[in-house]
């Protein structure tokens, strides 16, 4: 085991080790990953899991009474990372710094910055948001959330609006995919017609 890349605090440790007795987890690895990217930053992943599953790639590091375990495709945007416990008046939980930026990749960073400054403020008065997962060959992997999730004029604003705006702005980006679930929605979800008008177009 190396240095860790992410460090974790005394009160971080005593709540993850308490959870791990009264869970009877012990013997298991904590596993943590980078999960995606929302308006908030990033999103993370932390589960117990046991040692079996991790991958030789996985960089690995005593925390004290357990394991931390990184995903692999996730260690250089953790490296620095802290994982904190917070118990205040205002709710309790981990909370993670993380110093890493959002993104590295030139496309991605011109994608972020359309979502930032033009889509998000557009669908953010219908109470959605529009969160890229990732720019991968020329692909923007993107979710939508909130009111975004499950509308029903969700196709027209992603053909009308984000993908026009996207394109327009990054012509890098040959493609713009929707990977929200979107029958998880709250709202009633069904195939529309290809017309009508979007909150973003």
């Not at 709710?91 to 590295?104: A, H």
């Not at 394109?167 to 009633?188: L, S």
Request: hydrophobic share 40%.
């Amino acid at each position: 085991m190396s240095e860790p890349l992410v460090t974790v605090t005394p009160a971080a440790r005593g709540k993850i080790l308490e959870l791990m007795k009264n869970e009877g987890r012990e013997g298991l690895v904590l596993r943590m990953a980078i999960a995606g990217r929302g308006p908030g930053g990033f999103q993370y992943r932390l589960a117990f899991a046991p040692e079996s599953e991790r991958a030789p790639s996985d960089p690995t590091f005593d925390a004290g009474g357990f394991n931390l375990v990184l995903d692999a495709a996730s260690a250089e945007g953790l490296k620095g990372a802290s994982i904190d416990y917070v118990d205040s008046a205002h709710g309790s939980g981990f909370k993670i710094d993380n110093p890493n930026p959002l993104w590295t990749d030139p496309r991605a960073l011109a994608v972020q910055k359309v979502l930032d400054d033009e889509i998000n403020p557009a669908v953010a008065s219908h109470g959605g948001f529009v969160a890229l997962l990732e720019v991968k060959d020329d692909v923007a992997y993107i979710q939508l959330g909130g009111g975004c999730q499950g509308c029903g004029m969700v196709y027209v604003t992603l053909k009308q609006g984000i993908e026009v705006r996207i394109r327009e702005a990054v012509p890098a980006i040959r493609e713009i995919v929707d990977t929200t679930d979107h029958a998880g929605g709250k709202n009633p979800y069904y195939q529309p017609s290809k017309g009508g008008h979007s909150p973003y177009a």
